[in-house]
């Protein structure tokens, strides 16, 4: 297996994508509208986005039983008959929700469009909630929340929740079972009535369409909805550093490393330096910790770090499952990764080649429907419009190693995270307590 | 409502092209996006991988990312990410893979970086031993670690099966995983990825008589090889229900899969089609027929999945292979009360048909998943590389919503009425958690 080395050919003139143009509109009740067509396939996507950060503690369990619920039956229709009609046209619709919002996530063949927009609409204007369906999901939840809690990737993303948001409802994912099953169908309607409400929604729709119609469409089908504008969550406090967080899992034969602190929005000014600090760091495969823990030393499967957004906080997340026996070392060179991108500035082959994949990345996400449609989402949800398509990639090229260099002092000096391991603390217990003081957790 | 929708359909300018070391190439340019996708496939899986090497079709997949004729290890990922694109790989019962997405700018990059490690693969002993482990890592991550894990995959194929291609655990032994040297490695790569055992194809902005000059260019050169013969992995189906029980301690809840043999995707596509959308039937919505009864009006599963195939699509496996239903349960009922219930509705569907309407809402919904997938240039050329791989057609990828909307009710009542306890496997996940 052995041939003379050729030379990697370099990279022609590039080709820019062209920035997608959008028809806009808000609706008298509230609702902003956006309509972008997008060819490729005869396909239609959706996505309504509706505010939805409760602040009190029964807010989680009450909102993953409105999202398992919301298609269980309207004032029309019985959940078969709504789950027939969608297919009908080619079309699916889920529910979801995350701390800041609701998602309606749609999709339909072309000529479908306004059956899918009449059936939103009939769910959000008169989603009933009966009393069986709720009492058949509360059970069906419990179970499933019994084996979230049995993932270990679930572990330690809501102990990392815990530690970075304690007493803020980003702290939590994972109810106790025992409120999901306190849950009644009236306090699912009246969590509806309050929250699912057109100010402050954002309705988006690529496809293969005609925007100036889309919109019309959209305004018809959805002009009778209603309600009062809602109050987004305060922003969280997150404490920094702190003694490592063991949660104990005996019998594990891999140890969860997760650490995390805050991060920056988008709308930062330093957002596109903290990305470029992120990538070179752990963001893609050709990083600096992948090298390391995995193609190096093979710790660990899929090492990566990322940052995350919340419509209140965003945040620096690096997560590496390593087998149990690595534990601590797998730490200590996590450490040295991030002491060396926070006191030392990363190479300038480095940096171009954060900047390109950034880049290119964007490019690819914004090169489908759906992709399309769920990027304008997340951008016109948190502030921004769809400018930022081209400004991003232009802030990016703009950085310097410098700019980097500070953004990761800022946000990913290992003083200022917090770290869980998620493991066998009899196996891990006394190599980790060489490195930081650790406070010990039971698994369940 | 329309009683009969009428589905759209999308059309490809598809290109076939063989080089004259055989290597064979599907060119599909669409220049709506500045993207373009690149994938290999070698017409290797882990059916293919020798007795007391399990997994090592995998791991040789592992192998391909460590450096090639001209490029040290981690330099492929980093030509690929630093030019703005993705990459990544997968290996299969019937297949290894391997594919990048870059902006159009990077394509010739693209090809070369294929094209290298096409020409020779850089495995030394070091290199070998670091992925050894970070497979063990992924094995553990999925299986070893993980409630679940590995279900039904895994075990489901061990008693449909009794031939090792077939049987045995792909994903591999620990204890053959560290057997595996550097000469299995060159063995398997001289036999197993010649150019003429492999499909390249390229999907997205670019000319097709420029990028054929290209691939020319740079996989030209590589040597012709004696193409291995693909052997027949036919073996009998059960005739009997062959049970087998796993205890999962890490499991809070149990679950139960069954799968049963189906007809040969390429040999007899008109009796394997109907499959295809008898899954869906049974799954697909809320108004589908399992979910209606099982997780809706009973509650008896807390989930229910059913498919062609286990981690391939309907469309990119070859024969033997198996229709499949996997249910989680709270436990407050027993599998043996789910799997009643399932095969009641079975015979409910054979002796009553489908419902008015029923075939044509689940046709219309397998197409616009279909659709869907098409959109990303990625998906599109994936699936091209595979049929052309299996079925030497890449074009019908345009096709298969019009294929899926040809089913008749008849057909999937036909392919229901096969699903019986006598012919399949039945694998019950015992959970064996403290909690």
């Known amino acids: 297996m052995s041939a003379p080395a050729r030379a990697v050919p370099g990279l022609t003139k590039p080709r820019r994508a062209k920035l997608p143009t959008l028809a806009e509109r808000t609706v008298a009740n509230g609702l902003r509208v956006v ?10 996507h959706v996505r309504l986005r509706v505010p939805f950060a409760g602040r009190q503690a029964s807010h989680l369990p009450k909102r993953l039983v409105l999202e398992a619920t919301m298609t269980s039956g309207t004032g029309s229709h019985s959940r078969n008959e709504l789950a027939v009609a969608l297919q009908e046209v080619g079309a699916a619709l889920s529910v979801s929700t995350d701390t800041d919002s609701l998602l309606l996530r749609g999709e339909s063949l072309r000529s479908g469009v306004p059956r899918l927009l009449e059936l939103i609409a009939e769910l959000v204007t008169d989603a009933q909630y009966p009393k069986d369906a709720v009492v058949g999901e509360v059970s069906r939840l419990q179970t499933q929340l019994r084996q979230r809690l049995s993932q270990p990737g679930e572990i330690a993303a809501e102990a990392l929740r815990n530690r970075l948001y304690a007493g803020h409802p980003y702290g939590r994912d994972l109810p106790d079972p025992a409120d999901i099953a306190a ?6 309607r009246t969590l509806h009535r309050r929250w699912v409400v057109p100010p402050g929604s954002l309705l988006v729709m690529v496809g293969d369409i005609t925007p100036a119609r889309a919109l019309d469409q959209v305004e018809k089908a959805l002009a009778q909805w209603s309600g009062d504008a809602t109050k987004p969550a ?6 920094t550093g702190g003694d490592l967080t063991l949660v104990d899992r005996p019998g594990a034969v891999q140890s969860n490393l997760r650490v995390g602190g805050p991060g920056l929005s988008r709308r930062d000014g330093d957002y596109a330096a903290l990305s470029l600090a992120n990538v070179a760091f752990g963001g893609y495969f050709a990083s600096r910790l992948t090298q390391n823990i995995r193609e190096d030393k093979g710790y660990t499967y899929s090492p990566r770090s990322g940052l995350v957004h919340g419509a209140s906080a965003s945040g620096f997340v690096l997560e590496a499952d ?7 070392p797998s730490l200590v060179e996590i450490a040295y990764e991030l002491g060396r991108i926070a006191t030392s500035p990363i190479t300038s082959r480095e940096l171009e080649s954060a900047v390109n994949y950034l880049s290119g990345l964007l490019a690819m996400q914004t090169a489908t429907q759906a992709g399309l ?4 989402e997340t951008l016109l949800a948190d502030g921004l419009d769809v400018s930022w398509l081209r400004e991003h990639p232009a802030a990016l090229a703009r950085a310097t190693v410098d700019d980097v260099l500070e953004q990761a002092r800022r946000f990913l000096a290992p003083a200022g995270l917090a770290t869980i391991v998620v493991g066998d603390a009899s196996r891990v217990g006394e190599s980790v307590a060489a490195l930081s003081p650790v406070v010990i957790r039971d698994g369940e | 409502m329309p009683a009969t929708l009428k589905v759209p359909t999308t059309s490809y300018d598809v290109r076939r092209h063989r080089l004259s070391n055989g290597l064979r190439v599907v060119l599909a340019p669409d220049r709506s996006a500045p993207v373009v996708a690149i994938a290999v496939y070698y017409d290797v899986g882990w059916r293919s991988e020798p007795e007391g090497r399990t997994g090592f079709a995998h791991l040789f997949e592992h192998l391909m990312f460590q450096g090639s004729a001209s490029l040290e290890k981690m330099e492929h990922a980093h030509y690929v990410m630093s030019s703005g694109g993705t990459l990544n790989g997968s290996t299969r019962l019937d297949y290894t893979n391997y594919f990048e997405v870059l902006p159009s700018n990077a394509l010739e990059r693209g090809l070369f970086l294929e094209a290298d490690r096409m020409r020779s693969p850089r495995v030394t002993e070091e290199n070998l031993a670091n992925q050894i482990a970070v497979v063990k890592e992924e094995i553990k991550v999925n299986v070893l670690n993980q409630p679940y894990g590995g279900f039904p995959w895994l075990l489901l194929p061990t008693l449909l099966f009794k031939t090792f291609p077939n049987a045995h655990n792909g994903y591999g032994g620990f204890e053959d995983l560290d057997n595996a040297t550097v000469e299995d490695a060159s063995g398997f790569f001289k036999r197993y990825y010649a150019p003429g055992n492999a499909v390249l194809a390229v999907g997205g902005d670019m000319d097709p008589d420029e990028t054929l000059a290209l691939i020319e260019k740079h996989f030209g ?9 693909r052997p027949s992995f036919a073996e009998p189906a059960p005739t009997s229900e062959q049970r087998g029980e796993v205890v999962d301690a890490k499991a809070p809840t ?7 043999r189906v007809p040969d995707p390429l040999g007899d596509m008109e009796a394997y089609l109907p499959f295809a959308v008898l899954s869906e039937v049974l799954v697909r919505g809320d108004a589908s027929r399992f979910r209606q009864r099982l997780v809706h009006d009973e509650h008896l599963v807390t989930d229910i999945s059913a498919s062609v195939g286990l981690l391939e699509d309907p469309f990119d496996v070859r024969d033997p292979t198996i229709f499949v239903v996997t249910a989680f349960h709270g436990g407050e009922v027993s599998s043996d009360d789910v799997v009643r219930a399932i095969d009641e509705e079975i015979d409910r569907l054979c002796r009553d048909g489908l419902d008015d309407g029923e075939l044509s809402r689940i046709q219309a919904r397998i197409a616009a998943t279909l659709l869907t997938r098409q959109d990303f240039v990625l998906g599109r050329t994936l699936a091209m590389a595979s049929l052309e791989q299996q079925r030497e057609d890449p074009g019908l990828v345009a096709e298969l919503p019009a294929l899926i909307g040809s089913v008749t009710a008849e057909q999937v ?3 229901a009425a096969t699903l019986q306890p006598d012919r399949r496997a039945r694998l019950d996940l015992v959970p064996g958690g403290s909690r």
């Open chain 1, 234 to 239: 305060p922003a969280p406090h997150v404490p």
């Open chain 2, 413 to 415: 009542v036909g392919a």
């Open chain 1, 322 to 328: 390593v087998a149990t026996e690595v534990t601590a």
């Open chain 2, 254 to 260: 149990p679950a139960v899969a069954l799968g049963w």
């Open chain 1, 35 to 44: 309509a972008v067509r997008r060819g490729g396939v005869p396909m239609v």
């Open chain 1, 183 to 188: 849950v009644t169908a009236g306090a699912v």
């Open chain 1, 373 to 376: 449609a769920g990027v304008l």
């Open chain 2, 221 to 229: 050169d590589i040597p012709r090889r004696k193409t291995p013969p």
